[in-house]
C-alpha cells in the first residue's frame, strides 16, 4: 500500500507490525496512520510493545519540548 503522509504531502508512509495489525509512521514527521479499527487493537497492547512502537514519537515530543523551554515559549 503507497500511502502519502497527510503532514508531510509527499512523504511514503512506512508500514510497521502493531499486534496481529499494521500501523503506517512517516520516516520524516514520525506521524502515524491507522486503519479502521486498528487503534482499538493498539489500545490493547501491553505497554512495554506501546513503548516500542511509539519511541520515534517520544524521543521527537522530548526534543520538542525542551526546545520550546530553551526558546522561551
Do not use: I
Not at 507490525?17 to 514520525?30: I, N, S, T
Not at 487493537?41 to 526534543?63: G, H, I, K, R, T
Request: with cysteine; aromatic share 6%; glycine share 6%.
Amino acid at each position: 500500500m503507497n500511502l502519502k503522509c497527510p503532514r508531510c504531502k509527499t512523504q511514503e508512509l512506512v508500514s510497521m507490525p502493531a499486534g496481529k495489525d499494521l500501523l503506517y509512521k512517516c520516516p520524516a514527521c514520525h506521524g502515524l496512520w491507522f486503519q479502521g479499527e486498528d487503534l482499538r487493537d493498539v489500545e490493547e497492547l501491553p505497554e512495554s510493545e506501546l513503548m516500542n512502537l511509539f519511541q520515534d514519537q517520544l524521543e521527537d515530543a522530548q526534543v520538542n519540548s525542551g526546545s520550546e523551554k530553551s526558546a522561551g515559549l
